[in-house]
């Protein structure tokens, strides 16, 4: 999930106070509040984009520093071809690789625990509780859930908890995780999904090489007809 990192000027044009902002170092200057604002719009980039510890603060600054400092044209252009090559590879081919790794071996220790099946798609599920099995979800079907979407790390990136109020969907446009593994429980049922990345979103999209968990309250199903 890692964003390009744009400076917006748009932005930066408005942070025109000398003030202290966000720093230890005393800001004397138009230039110190200045570089004081790009250095805090591109931390809260960085920060947004990369887990602690994933990249080198010291590196990051240095190489800004070459860029910066370097006159020849020539040399430049060479570096950032080089860069934006790297970084291209970095997101479609590298990091998908390590996350499936990560993601395979969590759901080969997700299988192991007490009360987790698995299906013959390779989903992982819990149930908590049944639902009214008389009242069983289809592709066709208008589900209206309360979720929450956990990374293998345990880190929260969906919920309709935290946005206080249930999500509405047609069945047959989520994920295949979603789909097969809502049709395990009936209307009132709950459920823990434990998805591989492959019914998941495969290799397409930020969450590309994620195993997924999902801990799904079935609250509502109806027809598409009946709305």
């Known amino acids: 999930m890692k964003k390009l990192l744009v400076a917006s000027v748009a932005v930066m044009s408005i942070m025109t106070s000398c003030g202290n902002i966000g720093t230890n170092t005393a800001l004397k200057s138009e230039s110190d ?3 004081n604002a790009i250095g805090n719009l ?5 920060k947004s984009s990369f887990k602690a510890g994933e990249i080198d603060t010291k590196i990051v600054s240095q190489a800004m520093q070459n860029i910066l400092q370097n006159e020849d044209k020539k040399a430049v252009d060479s570096i950032l071809t080089e860069s934006n090559e790297y970084f291209r590879n970095y997101l479609t081919v590298i990091l998908p690789a390590r996350k499936s790794e990560i993601s395979n071996n969590f759901i080969s220790e997700v299988e192991k625990r007490k009360g987790v099946k698995k299906t013959e798609s390779g989903l992982l599920y819990e149930i908590i509780e049944t639902g009214d099995m ?3 979800a289809t592709n066709e079907s208008i589900v209206t859930v309360d979720y929450k979407g956990t990374l293998n790390d345990g880190e929260v990136f969906d919920s309709s908890y935290d946005r206080g109020e249930p999500a509405e ?6 994920i295949e995780g979603w789909k097969e593994g809502i049709k395990l429980i009936g209307e009132g049922g709950k459920i823990k999904l434990f998805i591989p990345s492959n019914l998941a979103y495969g290799n397409q999209g930020p969450l590309a090489g994620e195993a997924l968990e999902f801990e799904v309250e ?3 199903v109806k027809a598409s007809d009946a709305i």
């Open 33 to 35: 509040s200045l570089s």
């Open 169 to 174: 969907f047609p069945l047959g446009d989520v």
């Open 134 to 136: 008389k009242n069983i």
């Open 218 to 220: 079935l609250l509502k």
């Open 42 to 46: 591109m931390g809260m980039q960085l």
